[in-house]
């Protein structure tokens, strides 16, 4: 055999190998697509105003089974569902803001298509990212029977710090960051005081801190009044846990977009 044919038959092998590598990932139902990265490059091209048409086409034609495998971890499903939910927040309401003057049916509207689907906004928040929680539960009541969808993509844990991180398009939302796996704790702490900070107001002569409706919209995310004043205190809005009052501020639902921010 001269040099020639030697390399031509490693050649061979070598695509064969890959090849048989390739077909070995979908036998065994390994997922190629990194699901993470995607969302984080729709929402870069929203936050950069490029056109977001075939990342929307790519989220709207993948399969729910893929879906599912791609996104084993909270802090994988965590950071795909915040930065498609704020995305399509930004989107949506770009085209159409009039939407908005209906913020119940504009939330409960099924209109953002994954993985086979039509979800809606509330889908998403209420029954993906809070662990299928009744929208009107205050934390405290969870969905008797969830729909397929929401049992396999679903967070196995709820986190308070989300409330921190969704952006639902008003004024007095979270500004929107780009999440990533790796970095996603980082991030929801900084976001988390970020916000805190901006929105609390603590008289301590009074022992009165001026708090968000978030606290109370969703009391039992964050452990009721006690769980909320911890949150405070490590947080560094109060000086003390005991006796203070907290009052809640009026929701400011002005529509607000483009509200962006580095974390």
Known sequence: ???????????????????????????????KVDYNKLSEEFLSCVKENRNTEEIRKELAELSL????????????????????????????????PDLYKDRSAFFKKEQIPIAGSILSFEKIEHGIIRKS????GLGYVRKWFPGKIERKLRVKKRDYRIHFALNCGAKDCPPVAIYTASRLNEQLNVGTKLFLKSMSSYNEELNTVYVTSLFSWFRGDFGGKSGTKKILKE?????????????????????????????
């Open 1 to 31: 055999m001269n040099k020639l044919q030697s390399k031509l038959l490693l050649l061979f092998f070598t695509i064969f190998c890959f090849s048989t590598s390739e077909a070995s990932k979908v036998n065994t139902g390994i997922v």
């Open 65 to 96: 089974e893929d879906l599912e495998k791609g996104l084993l971890t909270d802090e994988q499903k965590l950071v795909f569902w915040l930065n498609i939910y704020n995305g399509y927040i930004q989107v949506i309401l770009s085209e159409k």
């Open 133 to 136: 929680q009744w929208p009107l």
């Open 235 to 263: 947080n560094n809005i109060i000086s003390t846990i005991k006796g203070v009052e907290i009052i809640y501020k009026n929701y400011d639902w002005s529509l607000y977009l483009n509200n962006f921010i580095a974390i």
